[in-house]
């Protein structure tokens, strides 16, 4: 987050500054924040938040950009299946919980 930013306008802003597709704030839905225990920042005094958005994508014409190399789409049920290979493990009780809420969801 830039100084002064308040989270949904920073998350529209990273989802367009590493795929080149804006997004409108009102679209996002926020999921949740997470107090994440990363070692970069064991001995800061604040430490790390993820706060987790998302919003339904039906055009998939994204291009990488920033500090990301390749964008790929998986099934709910492939990230349920795969998350310890694909995820590292501070984010991946955060995915984890979104990905079964979501496939509880739908039925």
Same mark, same amino acid.
């Given at each position: 987050?830039?100084?002064?930013?308040?989270?949904?306008?920073?998350?529209?802003?990273?989802?367009?500054?590493?795929?080149?597709?804006?997004?409108?704030?009102?679209?996002?839905?926020?999921?949740?924040?997470?107090?994440?225990?990363?070692?970069?920042?064991?001995?800061?005094?604040?430490?790390? @938040?993820?706060?987790?958005?998302?919003?339904? /994508? &039906? =055009?998939?014409?994204?291009?990488?950009?920033?500090? $990301?190399? +390749?964008?790929?789409?998986? @099934?709910?049920?492939?990230?349920?299946?795969? /998350? &310890? =290979?694909?995820?590292?493990?501070?984010?991946?009780? $955060?995915? +984890?919980?979104?990905?079964?809420?979501?496939?509880?969801?739908?039925?």
């Amino acid at each position: 987050m830039n100084p002064g930013e308040i989270r949904v306008d920073s998350a529209a802003r990273e989802f367009e500054e590493e795929t080149g597709r804006p997004v409108n704030t009102s679209d996002l839905f926020l999921f949740g924040e997470y107090a994440v225990d990363d070692h970069r920042y064991k001995n800061s005094k604040h430490g790390i @938040t993820t706060t987790v958005f998302y919003f339904y /994508l &039906n =055009d998939k014409n994204l291009t990488p950009k920033d500090d $990301i190399c +390749e964008i790929k789409f998986f @099934t709910l049920n492939f990230l349920k299946e795969n /998350l &310890n =290979d694909m995820i590292v493990p501070e984010h991946r009780k $955060i995915l +984890e919980q979104f990905v079964e809420k979501k496939i509880n969801e739908i039925g």
